[in-house]
């Protein structure tokens, strides 16, 4: 799209999120926009920061609604539920929902998008770029506020200027980890899968940012 498209489509988001959202979770999706734009900057790719812009301020569209609202969207939108594990949990189904919202409502086509709306809860092991960057934004937007934030912010981006992107997010996935798991909450096995995947493909020395 271009630069006239792109301001009116955020601009459009804009005023549909704004009420629907609450000031807390708007902030959160600024945040993430914020943040999204500066991880896609590194890759001096203009399409692609569009695309993050976007697909930032839309992760969270359904975040305000009730889980029996969310049910309700995606029978009407799809003519059949998700799996049950998906469709019995709000913090899973909301990024299902989301997307459905950038689909129907804001008419967005664009797969990459689409996909890291869909999936920026938990991802997967194969994350393109813009899967990637949405994924690692939503978990250290500068409106997060949790012990070792700031520490996390500088690995993150050093890892992202030095070793590149699969690096950056395999910090932050350890950390989600590893921060589930001090909560002990289940740790569900696409996080693990994706570790594992990234551990692969990454040969350089590392250690002195893990």
């Known amino acids: ?14 005023k549909y999120l704004r009420p629907l959202l609450g000031a807390k979770l708007f ?26 812009a976007v697909a930032a301020l839309l992760h ?46 804001f008419k967005i086509t664009d797969r990459a998008i ?15 770029a813009l899967e990637k960057i949405i ?6 937007e500068p409106n997060r506020r949790f012990k070792g934030i700031e ?14 992107l699969d690096c950056a997010l395999l910090i932050v996935v350890r950390d989600k980890i590893k921060t589930l798991a001090a909560m002990n909450i289940r740790i569900d096995k696409t996080l693990p899968a994706i570790e594992k995947r990234l551990t692969s493909k990454i040969t350089k020395n590392i250690s002195d940012i893990l």
């Open 1 to 14: 799209m271009n630069d006239k498209e792109f301001l009116s489509l955020r601009n459009k988001i804009f």
């Open 27 to 52: 902030a959160h999706i600024r945040g993430v926009e914020a943040a999204a734009v500066q991880l896609a900057a590194a890759s001096s790719n203009y399409g692609l920061i569009q695309k993050c």
């Open 60 to 105: 969270d569209a359904a975040k305000s609604f009730t889980l029996d609202q969310m049910q309700r969207v995606v029978k009407l939108s799809r003519g059949k539920a998700f799996p049950k594990e998906v469709m019995q949990n709000a913090g899973l189904l909301h990024g299902h929902v989301s997307a459905i919202i950038a689909r129907d409502k």
């Open 114 to 128: 689409i996909s890291a709306i869909k999936r920026h809860t938990l991802g997967r092991p194969d994350m393109n």
């Open 135 to 140: 994924f690692i934004s939503d978990y250290i």
């Open 151 to 164: 520490e996390l912010r500088g690995r993150v981006y050093t890892a992202l200027f030095s070793y590149g």
